[in-house]
């Protein structure tokens, strides 16, 4: 099990920036992908993206590309999701997951944080 606590989000205008942070406490923290998702009010669940174990590799939504980007402290057992730009539409609770393998599908992410909310204001 690896547990994990989403924390950074807040109300920002639009153009503004945010970084959200999931951290662990598991000794395993890295061993796991690490993905973002986000969930806007009435919608589903939809990916962001993920880094992989020991962040060689990372991938993104299309609508996050150069905008987002993911980076991985192992030491510190964090993840990081840095958000540039925002948008009005980018509002939603934002969780991280762990996953054995690299995937998109966020039914085959193993554990979930609790979110944070990020509000982005026209």
């Known amino acids: 099990q690896v547990q994990l606590a989403e924390s950074g989000g807040g109300l920002v205008q639009a153009g503004g920036s945010l970084r959200l942070s999931c951290v662990s406490s598991?000794?395993?923290?890295?061993?796991?992908?690490i993905g973002w998702f986000r969930q806007a009010p009435g919608k589903e669940r939809e990916y962001v993206g993920f880094?992989?174990?020991?962040?060689?590799?990372?991938d993104y939504a299309d609508f996050v590309k150069g905008r987002f980007t993911i980076s991985r402290d192992d030491a510190e057992k964090t993840v990081f999701l840095q958000m540039n730009s925002l948008k009005p539409e980018d509002t939603a609770v934002y969780f991280c997951?762990?996953?054995?393998?690299?995937?998109?599908?966020?039914?085959?992410?193993?554990?979930w944080g609790d979110g944070t909310q990020v509000t982005v204001s026209s």
């Open positions: 598991a000794r395993s923290f890295h061993n796991y992908h």
């Open positions: 880094i992989s174990v020991n962040g060689g590799a990372k």
């Open positions: 997951a762990a996953a054995p393998w690299q995937t998109r599908r966020a039914n085959e992410y193993l554990n």
